[in-house]
């Protein structure tokens, strides 16, 4: 159980388009996910908190004109990436808490999207 | 604020042998604590946690943790090492409390090299 999927598992774009990531929790509801951004041999960054019928949440220095998160039920966020730029290339992952389980604490990781902006 | 402190980028070791990944944390209030790891171009992997009881955490693989409160430390160890435990490992902490809102903070992540 408590599995999470990411698609595309990668995606190669020119610059200036925008492209979408979707975030899966496969066999229980997520009320919250998480985006994260990580560069090659980094830790993991946390873009934003994803809140299922609500705004997302945001870290600071994060543009939420630039990442636009979408939690629109239970199982699916969705993070566009929009006008991308050579910069915005990374392994971007998302993770999502499965709160009704004795496991709540934890979250649960999708494999990760990797994106190059040509 | 909260924050986890890796202070390895790399530790080497002999398959066979111990190895320790160290990890120490700043957290208002009692900590959750998680090991996760990560192979090449993958998602994190869940190792273990420390939420409360036993300082002594077993996970996955025969990874095994000790939370140190005074220390505010929470090392990972194996007791033999094996080439496939190569990757890289990341601490995470996350502050109980009213108003948290489950985000984790990660360390900086180390790089596990087990040679033959």
């Known amino acids: 159980g408590a599995v999470v999927s990411q698609h595309p598992s990668w995606v190669i774009c020119k610059s200036g388009t925008s492209v979408k990531i979707e975030c899966r929790s496969l066999?229980?509801?997520?009320?919250?996910m998480f985006w994260y951004r990580q560069f090659p041999k980094q830790s993991l960054m946390l873009m934003a908190t994803?809140?299922?019928?609500?705004?997302?949440?945001?870290e600071q220095g994060v543009e939420k004109d630039k990442f636009l998160i979408n939690h629109a039920s239970l199982t699916l966020s969705t993070l566009t990436v929009t006008s991308a730029h050579p910069e915005d290339s990374s392994f971007y992952i998302c993770?999502?808490?499965?709160?009704?389980?004795?496991?709540?604490?934890?979250?649960?990781f999708g494999p990760g999207t990797r994106l190059t902006v040509l | 604020a909260q924050s986890v402190a890796q202070p390895e980028d790399q530790v080497n070791v002999a398959e066979g042998n111990p190895l320790t990944v160290k990890c120490t944390y700043s957290?208002?209030?009692?900590?959750?604590l998680f090991w996760y790891v990560q192979y090449p171009n993958r998602g994190l992997q869940f190792l273990l946690k420390?939420?409360?009881?036993?300082?002594l955490v077993k996970g996955s693989y025969g990874f095994e943790a000790e939370f140190n409160k005074s220390q505010t430390s929470f090392h990972l160890k194996k007791p033999s090492a094996l080439v496939s435990d190569s990757a890289l490992y990341f601490c995470?902490?996350?502050?109980?409390?009213?108003?948290?809102?489950?985000?984790?903070?990660f360390g900086q992540g180390t790089t596990l090299q087990v040679k033959p």
């Open positions: 993770s999502a808490r499965d709160e009704l389980a004795d496991s709540y604490n934890e979250q649960f």
């Open positions: 066999d229980f509801q997520a009320t919250t």
């Open positions: 994803s809140n299922e019928g609500s705004k997302a949440t945001y």
């Open positions: 957290v208002s209030g009692n900590p959750y």
């Open positions: 420390y939420i409360t009881g036993d300082n």
């Open positions: 995470a902490v996350r502050g109980q409390g009213s108003g948290n809102t489950g985000k984790l903070i």
